[in-house]
């Protein structure tokens, strides 16, 4: 598995990049600026929340 985490650059301007998965077994990543990054930080607690609700969208105690 590669770094979860990278830096690098695309047109000049800085990205992070976020491993996702793999897919065909190539590394896939999520890749990011400055403002769309500090977006996210922003609004980190919303999106934990959010991401919650889509993996148990019943509740974590729910059993099928």
Known sequence: MPDTFQESTFKGS?????YIN???GEPQFL?????????????????RKWVDR???PHGHNDQK
């Open 14 to 18: 800085p990205v992070c990049k976020i």
């Open 54 to 56: 889509q993996e148990f």
């Open 22 to 24: 793999e897919f065909k």
């Open 31 to 47: 890749t990011m600026g400055l403002k769309k990054a500090q977006a996210v930080l922003e609004n980190i607690d919303a999106l």
